[in-house]
């Protein structure tokens, strides 16, 4: 077993539980010593979420009559003289039935076992901590545009701001501002061996960061988006976290906005010589009238890179004068003054004339986005290859691959040469999480005849 699977270490025990007066559990733990449930980080003894005076005890598993007659009929006589006892059927399950997201544990409570949350939530934080400071619960479905869930707090204090270690990254994040899978670290890491290093990656749905910053520690260029000003604001502080905000740009825009905006090959491009067009910057475009500097000063920060040249490719005359050059980096000024500048030096990437990767990480919706590519490159200004495009989709039970290829290239309107499907994980019985890449099929891009310039 390569991956583990925490599926093969879960146990469901079907128990009886005798509900007692709580003032008698001295006495009854006594007289059933020996036919309580015995198992490690498990208490016996739990609340009764029905009533606060009393207490449930949990039977072992070699009790499985109804009647208890595997107890001693003394034993029984001496617990009725004590108390009146009901046998109610109590279902425990043992092992992962949550996850952890730093300091928080994370339930997913549902059904018949809705009504002993604060009983579970309560047995989880008590055997965690101080690891576990908080325990919550999902509450309904997630229905809001930035996929982040509403939570309820069922234990601990209320405190949703955790950070998370992955992969040699650590991500600051407000559980119930922002989206975060804890369950997706592999996938995370085998999407970024796919990265070399200088590559440049566009990330059209980043969140706080779990693909972005891990490639730009590799030491790629990253240009990052989310809807989410909250995902953006964490992101931002990832990257100073992590000391990669160098090699990252932020934007908080519409995620078509965001790949057209990268791809705009400026209107006076044109009427410049091959000379000049080294030294044009893309415009900022104001979103919804509003202006994105917020997200990043100059949301096409113009890094160096044309796509046949990688950070080690690139010579130092090329760089120019590091003792008091100026880089634009993740949306500021950055002088150097002398000192030295961890990583890649950025000077004019023109993201419109190569990207090497393009991340779509929305399973619900991402295919839908992959209209944007329509016309989208001209192929005149590209260097290099096409991107390869990860499309992150869910496929149901009634689905086949076929048919999500078919509506990949029916939304770029463009046949899709040997895509490659990745399985991730089952999200549910009849539903799973599948990576569609691709190289970007050359149909979508302008091909204006250089001749006619």
């Not at 069922?154 to 949703?160: E, Q, R, S, V």
């Not at 096409?300 to 090329?318: D, G, Y």
């Not at 002398?338 to 890649?344: M, Q, V």
């Amino acid at each position: 077993m390569t991956a583990l699977d925490e599926r093969k270490f879960e146990l469901k025990l079907q128990l009886w539980a005798l509900c007692i007066p709580r003032e008698l559990c001295k006495h009854v733990t006594r007289l059933l010593n020996g036919y309580m449930l015995d198992k490690p980080r498990i208490k016996p003894i739990i609340e009764d979420p029905t009533c606060d005076k009393n207490r449930y005890v949990v039977l072992s598993d070699k009790v499985q009559n109804s009647d208890l007659s595997e107890i001693p009929a003394q034993t029984l006589f001496v617990l009725k003289d004590l108390c009146k006892f009901d046998v109610v059927p109590y279902s425990l399950s043992l092992g992962y039935s949550y996850w952890g997201v730093g300091h928080i544990a994370h339930l997913n409570i549902i059904g018949e076992l809705l009504s002993y949350k604060d009983v579970i939530a309560k047995v989880i934080y008590d055997k965690n901590q101080p690891r576990i400071k908080t325990v919550v619960n999902k509450v309904g479905s997630i229905s809001n545009e930035f996929r982040v869930p509403k939570f309820e707090v069922l234990a601990g204090i209320d405190d949703m701001v955790t950070e998370v270690k992955q992969y040699g990254a650590t991500f600051k994040l407000d559980y119930g501002l922002v989206y975060w899978n804890s369950r997706l670290e592999h996938e995370h890491i085998r999407l970024i061996s796919l990265f070399l290093d200088g590559d440049i990656i566009c990330d059209m749905f980043s969140g706080i960061g779990p693909f972005v910053i891990p490639a730009a520690q590799k030491g790629c260029i990253v240009y990052a988006n989310d809807l989410n000003p909250d995902s953006v604001r964490y992101l931002k502080i990832n990257a100073e976290i992590n000391k990669v905000d160098d090699r990252v740009c932020a934007y908080n825009m519409d995620a078509r906005a965001f790949i057209c905006h990268l791809m705009q090959v400026p209107d006076c491009l044109e009427t410049f010589s091959e000379s000049e067009r080294s030294t044009v910057y893309m415009k900022e475009i104001p979103i919804n009238g509003i202006d994105h500097r917020e997200a990043t000063e100059s949301p096409c920060t113009t890094f160096s890179a044309s796509a046949t040249k990688r950070p080690s490719e690139i010579s130092e005359e090329e760089y120019g004068n590091e003792g008091g050059a100026e880089l634009e980096v993740t949306g500021r000024i950055k002088r150097s003054r002398n000192k030295r500048i961890r990583g890649f030096k950025p000077i004019n990437i023109r993201t419109w004339e190569h990207v090497d990767h393009v991340v779509m990480n929305l399973p619900a919706s991402a295919l839908q986005f992959l209209d944007a590519f329509r016309g989208l490159i001209h192929r005149k200004y590209w260097k290099g290859s096409l991107p390869w495009i990860h499309c992150y989709c869910f496929l149901r039970s009634t689905e086949t691959e076929d048919s999500l290829i078919s509506e990949a290239e029916s939304a770029l309107n463009a046949k899709i040469l040997h895509p490659i499907f990745h399985r991730i994980r089952d999200v549910a019985p009849n539903k799973a999480m599948f990576c569609l890449s691709f190289v970007l099929p050359e149909e979508t891009c302008v091909n204006e005849n250089p001749q006619s310039e």
